[in-house]
């Protein structure tokens, strides 16, 4: 009895000492158990947990299993594998254990002993990492969703700038699959050389954190993509960066835009600039916005100290003062006016400007301001004046010329009449002489009219220097027609005859008329000696 004594005290102490829960029922009533199952189990000792039935302590969806065990470990009287079950506390609570159970005769009675391992905080781990893993897989699966469906470009590169992540979307931006960018430099992608370094610089001054950067990439096509990127350093768990990631949006469209009008906005300026007009344009307020280089020139002012100014800021308060009541006549009426007035230059001179002002409207149609072009018509008043005073003197010509013809023949009638007398009163001394003087005087008197005639017609005298030798023989053929057959023609020029300066055609005229009036003093032929 002693050492039966002993032998259970020892059972028992091992019992009490394991981590395991043990308990022993018989007709389905707990009737032992160590300290642990009743600890495990939420009671307070082993006698709380000594007379409680089996079933109350398992989960309800055990209970027809347990039955079926029970019952076979009673008859059988084999050990049964071990499985898994769900106990209740006290508390309600769940606890998960690993279990065994074998046929136990205890104090003479078919009894079942039973030993479960507490897993339920192995469990609970398990499922907290499969839950894990699985909103892991959910998020990566949400993320890459995400990053499929954005119509921004996510990228992520390493150190170097190889890319290790491209999403979808950069077949359409790029013509890339993502599956072809992985492993590429970013840096081939740009299309300027220095692109990249230039990338580079723009992300260390940023710190790190580079937004709405605009770069030229390349097409797989070939074609140039202007793309906008907000990229940041991709870093690890430690801290440690590991390359570099953002998105890259296309914006061609928009930088196609902003150079077309970069574009016409420098045409504008150039044209603004070139033009030989003074243009400037003002606001509502009358501030000056614009001014162009020859507004500069012209008024002595640089641009710097015109825009941001009024009229009266700048010119004497008389001319001020018409030039705001313009303005404000434009405005008030939205109509183009132009007026012409004398305005003194810089350099103090005055000239004769056509100020042309017009209504400035913006995008909407709406007037925003005034603008104004003003054109030196100086130089053509003064033509028109010089034409209108050449017109003057050219009636005055005609006029001339008609008195010159009427008195020329006016004179060729008394010539003509002198000479006449002269054949009849042949051998008087003193008829002819005062004849002769008649005739001298006509001859002063035909002279004036040619003069005169020559003024009528405006012969302008445009002398140069002439070799009559060449003029001469070049003449010949011309004067041979001219002359006729029964007039033969002898030239004679010595070689080192100066050169002579005259108008060449007054010169050609002369030896013409001289020739033809040599050929009718020679009405039945002769030779004519120049």
């Not at 390493?158 to 072809?180: C, F, H, N, Q, R």
């Not at 405005?331 to 400007?353: W, Y």
């Amino acid at each position: 009895e002693v050492e039966l004594r002993e032998r259970e005290e020892r059972r028992t102490t091992r019992a009490d000492l394991s981590q395991d829960l043990i308990w022993i029922f018989t007709d389905g009533v707990i009737v032992d158990c160590n300290d642990y199952a009743a600890h495990a189990l939420g009671m307070e000792s082993q006698e709380e947990l000594v007379g409680t039935s089996v079933l109350s302590l398992l989960h309800p969806d055990y209970h027809e299993m347990a039955r079926l065990r029970f019952a076979q470990l009673l008859e059988q009287g084999v050990q049964t594998p071990s499985r898994e079950i769900r106990l209740i506390r006290a508390d309600g609570t769940v606890l998960i254990a690993e279990t065994k159970a074998c046929p136990y005769s205890y104090r003479g009675k078919p009894s079942i002993l039973a030993i479960a391992r507490d897993i339920t905080e192995r469990k609970n781990s398990e499922r907290a990492l499969l839950e894990s893993e699985q909103a892991v897989r959910a998020s990566e699966a949400l993320y890459r969703n995400i990053l499929d469906n954005m119509v921004d470009t996510f990228f992520r590169t390493d150190k170097e700038g190889s890319i290790v992540m491209a999403s979808a979307s950069v077949d359409e931006l790029l013509g890339y699959s993502s599956e072809e960018l992985i492993g590429r430099n970013l840096g081939d992608l740009y299309a300027e050389p220095d692109g990249r370094d230039t990338y580079i610089q723009a992300f260390k001054e940023s710190g790190g954190n580079i937004r709405g950067y605009e770069i030229a990439v390349r097409h797989k096509d070939g074609h140039i993509v202007w793309v906008s990127t907000n990229s940041r350093a991709w870093m690890g768990v430690n801290g440690e960066v590991l390359g570099i990631e953002g998105t890259a949006r296309d914006t061609t469209l928009r930088k196609q835009a902003e150079m077309a009008f970069q574009e016409s906005e420098e045409r504008f300026r150039g044209i603004i600039e070139n033009s030989p007009a003074a243009i400037f344009l003002k606001d509502l307020e009358g501030r000056f916005q614009l001014v162009n280089s020859k507004f500069e020139e012209w008024y002595g002012v640089s641009a710097a100290e015109v825009i941001g100014k009024t009229s009266h800021d700048i010119y004497p308060k008389e001319f001020a003062d018409l030039y705001v009541g313009q303005d404000q006549k434009v405005i008030a009426a939205d109509f183009t006016c132009e007026r012409e007035r004398d305005i003194p230059f810089a350099d103090d001179t005055l000239h004769t400007i056509i100020i042309t002002k017009f209504p400035v409207r913006d995008g909407t149609g709406k007037v925003v301001g005034v603008g104004t072009i003003n054109t030196d018509v100086t130089a053509q008043r003064e033509a028109q004046e010089r034409l209108r005073q050449s017109q003057k003197m050219e009636a005055v010509g005609q006029l001339t010329g008609g008195i010159a013809h009427d008195f020329n023949n006016l004179l060729a009638v008394i010539m003509g009449n002198l000479e006449l007398i002269g054949d009849h009163v042949e051998g008087n001394g003193a008829v002819n002489e005062i004849i002769e003087r008649g005739l001298k005087a006509s001859e002063r008197g035909a002279t004036l009219t040619q003069r005169l005639l020559s003024f009528s017609r405006k012969q302008a005298l445009l002398p140069t220097p002439i070799d009559l030798n060449k003029l001469i023989l070049d003449m010949l053929d011309m004067l041979s027609r001219s002359l006729g057959e029964t007039i033969e023609i002898h030239c004679e020029g010595p070689p080192d005859l100066w050169q002579c300066r005259a108008d060449q055609s007054q010169l050609e005229n002369a030896i013409l008329n001289m020739s033809i009036n040599s050929r009718d003093a020679m009405p039945d032929g002769g030779v004519l000696m120049i």
